[in-house]
T-cell receptor, first 114, second 117 residues
Framework: SQQGEEDPQALSIQEGENATMNCSYK?????LQWYRQNSGRGLVHLIL?????REKHSGRLRVTLDTSKKSSSLLITASRAADTASYFC??????????????FGQGTILTVHP | DVKVTQSSRYLVKRTGEKVFLECVQD?????MFWYRQDPGLGLRLIYF???????EKGDIPEGYSVSREKKERFSLILESASTNQTSMYLC????????????????FGAGSRLTVL
């Protein structure tokens, strides 16, 4: 079953602009993660935010988490053409032993034009 | 550099063939996963394993089986390939939940794109 739903499905911006992607989920979570996928390749982990955190930064990435709304956003500041990729949110559900299972959203395709 | 290696990047098989997708990780991770990725559907979990010889069904296990005889190797098996199994298959691994940090973070292989004719 799909947990994360991402919005927008596709985003096209110019280099230097900021890109914001949103993710909504349905159940209680331990943490939420964002991954990046370059075309035709595997996913690469970007950042993890725990359920008791509200905001986290890593370089040009800023992630927020609102557990009351069951939503998260990923902001990429000062985007570059090399940021062109698909971005996925993934959730680790709360309760029990998850064995590290993550449930992924459908992804946002980001295109950054030089 | 730690990594997850999937043996085949591209495969073309015929309907009814038995297909093996191999995945090896060199990080001594307990957990290993097989996902399939299809346009508009994101990643869907097929099977996962939390220890040698242990396996659990994911969300879409039908038509697949897995094998984990050694900690570093997790194989996905399509007993009789069908055209609706044409997809990108992604293997991943992670530390166990008991680790205070790094747990749940998946390291992915480059993917295996399977076409079933």
């Amino acid at each position: 079953s799909q947990q994360g739903e991402e919005d927008p499905q596709a985003l096209s911006i110019q280099e230097g602009e900021n890109a914001t992607m949103n993710c909504s989920y349905k159940t209680s979570i331990n943490n939420l993660q964002w991954y990046r996928q370059n075309s035709g390749r595997g996913l690469v982990h970007l950042i993890l935010i725990r359920s008791n955190e509200r905001e986290k930064h890593s370089g040009r990435l800023r992630v927020t988490l609102d557990t009351s709304k069951k939503s998260s956003s990923l902001l990429i500041t000062a985007s570059r053409a090399a940021d062109t990729a698909s971005y996925f949110c993934a959730t680790a559900n709360a309760g029990g032993t998850s064995y590290g299972k993550l449930t992924f959203g459908q992804g946002t395709i980001l295109t950054v034009h030089p | 550099d730690v990594k997850v290696t999937q043996s085949s990047r591209y495969l073309v098989k015929r309907t009814g063939e038995k297909v093996f997708l191999e995945c090896v990780q060199d990080m001594d991770h307990e957990n290993m996963f097989w996902y399939r990725q299809d346009p508009g559907l994101g990643l869907r979990l097929i099977y996962f394993s939390y220890d040698v010889k242990m396996k659990e069904k994911g969300d879409i296990p039908e038509g697949y089986s897995v094998s984990r005889e050694k900690k570093e190797r997790f194989s996905l098996i399509l007993e009789s390939a069908s055209t609706n199994q044409t997809s990108m298959y992604l293997c991943a691994s992670s530390l166990p939940d008991s680790f205070p940090s790094g747990a749940n973070v998946l390291t992915f292989g480059a993917g295996s794109r399977l076409t079933v004719l």
